[in-house]
């Protein structure tokens, strides 16, 4: 219910998942609002693999994210936590107050064992065809050296388990390849990278968010969300810019019309929707942040996701790797 | 001397400056190897207002900036500071090694008073035609929120008397615009900045780099060199991406063709280039640095830039700012 504009385009990508996917979708929010817009969308929706759960309460994007938690106990990202909690769901998808489903997440479901803090996770198209996981873009603003070392950890999982690479080369986020090159804090994460039991290839640049030059790209939340935001307006800005370049001549107007097509393959390729939200790592079940403008496609892309996420044993697979002292633990 | 493909793009841009601007410029670095570049591109140039000053040893990319600072003291940019620093010239440009270029300016110009440390200013194209000033973007990797409020007076200044921006609206790159999102130094900068007398507009993020919402944009040297790494790349990658697109149809391949012109006109729009390096700023004098791999038409920019940097009275009235209390100090 909390998306920016919901519930279209999460009934509409439910729906294209329920026909397409094998995954069953239980529709969490205002029954009456719900049923009204799958009627509208899909009149017989009944015999399809969808079903409703009512919450009364919605967290929008204003609210805070604490205060979320304490005064909407019927909201229904809340209530969809708890649904997974109680074993009725196996992942939960939002495209909600990003973090209010973080805060909701983290305290309905508790974090794995030996995780401590969770991370969010984010996915970057590259030019090698095999997209990078960048860990963290959010969830997390002030780190120490231990933490980078888990996302680390969590990273390597979900492009090992989710985009099925073999032995992911993990990078660290720096402001140059050399180990010198850095901050406080990736120099001190450095030889805790080095130390854990995974393919770290050094430092990586902000270059190779799309290079392919890394599998997994570590780095602190607040470096993170710059650099997913960058990306973002930069294709935005450079769609509008191309566009009145290319309009600006007659030739360009027809070249412009011949290629759109080719546009549209493009931004396919550069579009985050495609990818299907960021998963928020390090916290029990399986919990898929979409952005809160997400389109239909978003939706079913994340639901997919989830049920791959839901399906692989990441979170037993870390935890497993936590209590071997993997994460960097004095 | 120390750009990749130096002095070709250096010598072809120089000789295009002084052609079209009212400059004039010296050429440091070993004298043989820059009469031969010289005379090969333009015979008769020395008609033209470049001379010639020897400097017998080269900084190179691998060169520590600390090291090369030490040891070399003949270096072509070591000798070129020096030529700035005694008055010979006004403006020091160079491709060369970033680390090296920063400290030797520093070394040998010294800071502007009330200056604690120099900071690296980059220029990104924007929406609405005006370029946006970012500082800091990779002089400085761990700073403090005084040092923030520095920047936010030294790129104010900087938009303003370079991009002729009236009152030039400053903004601090955090991860949402609410003022409670963002990290400790963020945070603890807000006040810092409210209290100077600038246009401070809050946060911004990462995709305001090219929205044009903010002039000015204050951020750690750590951040703001992988903002820009991330946009450089995703320039790059979404080049090849949109030829691989365009050329995958036939109707593509032909609108690909139509719209080469609209293509060069982008490049130039989004092209690093075309703004002319990143100024020092807060050192002594006026020192440009380019990327290594800047073609003669960076270099010619730069030189521009430079130009008008010198003739600005940027550094007097920095220096007046920080004398009344402006940049935070306790």
Not at 6 to 17: H, N, W
Not at 193 to 217: C, M, Q, S, W, Y
Not at 230 to 240: P, R, T
Request: hydrophobic content about 40%; proline content about 4%; charged content about 25%.
């Amino acid at each position: 219910m909390g998306g920016d504009h919901a519930p279209k385009p999460e009934i509409e990508g439910s729906l294209r998942a329920v026909r397409h996917l094998p995954v069953e979708v239980i529709l969490v929010g205002r029954e009456e609002v719900l049923r009204a817009e799958l009627s509208a969308h899909h009149p017989g929706w009944e015999k399809l693999p969808i079903r409703l759960h009512h919450a009364s309460e919605v967290v929008t994007m204003d609210d805070g994210a604490a205060k979320s938690l304490r005064s909407k106990k019927d909201s229904s990202i809340r209530v969809a936590c708890r649904l997974m909690h109680d074993g009725v769901a196996q992942g939960v998808v939002s495209a909600g107050n990003t973090g209010a489903v973080m805060a909701t997440s983290k305290t309905v479901n508790g974090m794995v064992r030996g995780v401590d803090r969770p991370a969010l996770a984010s996915v970057f198209p590259t030019v090698k065809g095999k997209p990078a996981v960048m860990v963290d873009v959010g969830a997390n603003v002030d780190v120490d050296a231990r933490l980078l070392a888990q996302f680390a950890l969590m990273g390597e999982l979900y492009s090992r388990l989710i985009f099925h690479t073999e032995n992911p080369r993990v990078g660290l986020l720096s402001i140059g390849e050399e180990e010198h090159k850095g901050n406080e804090l990736t120099k001190a994460a450095t030889p805790l990278l080095k130390a854990l039991p995974i393919n770290f290839i050094g430092n990586v640049e902000g270059r190779d968010l799309f290079t392919g030059h890394a599998d997994v790209i570590v780095c602190d939340g607040f470096v993170g969300n710059v650099a997913l935001k960058v990306s973002e307006g930069l294709v935005e800005v450079g769609k509008h810019l191309l566009q009145d370049a290319l309009k600006a001549s007659v030739s360009g107007k027809i070249g412009y019309l011949l290629a759109r097509n080719a546009f549209a393959e493009l931004k396919k390729r550069v579009d985050y929707s495609e990818y299907g939200g960021a998963p928020l790592l390090g916290v029990k079940g399986c919990t898929i942040i979409c952005h809160g403008r997400s389109n239909a496609n978003a939706i079913r892309n994340a639901i997919r996701v989830a049920a791959e996420f839901a399906q692989s044993d990441l979170n037993r697979r870390l935890e497993a790797g936590l209590a071997h002292g993997r994460a960097g633990r004095e």
